[in-house]
């Protein structure tokens, strides 16, 4: 089970669910909510606050609060012409 904390500058996950059910309000009223794509954007210099990017802003969050939420890691797909 990977949470938002293992994920590493620039990579996108899905939310598949948040774990911390006294956050789990909060988190979802930020747009943190279950098949939500995100991206890690941002890492404070000594590693907490951590910023992502969801829903077309940027929200950050505690590494305590990060740890709460439930993620399946994602490649995004990138849109290349064909090759001949």
């Known amino acids: ?3 938002l904390r293992d994920l590493k500058k620039g990579e996108y996950a899905i939310i598949q669910e948040i774990s911390d ?3 789990k ?3 979802m009223e930020m747009g943190c909510i279950p098949g939500e794509v ?3 954007s941002h890492i404070a210099p000594l590693g907490d606050p951590i ?3 969801i829903q077309g802003y940027k929200l950050s969050l505690r590494l305590s609060e990060a740890g709460s939420i439930i993620i399946q890691k994602i490649v995004p797909e990138i849109n290349k012409a064909p090759t001949r």
């Open 51 to 53: 910023a992502i990017d």
């Open 1 to 3: 089970m990977q949470t």
């Open 25 to 27: 309000l909060k988190l």
């Open 38 to 40: 995100i991206r890690l």
């Open 21 to 23: 059910n006294s956050l």
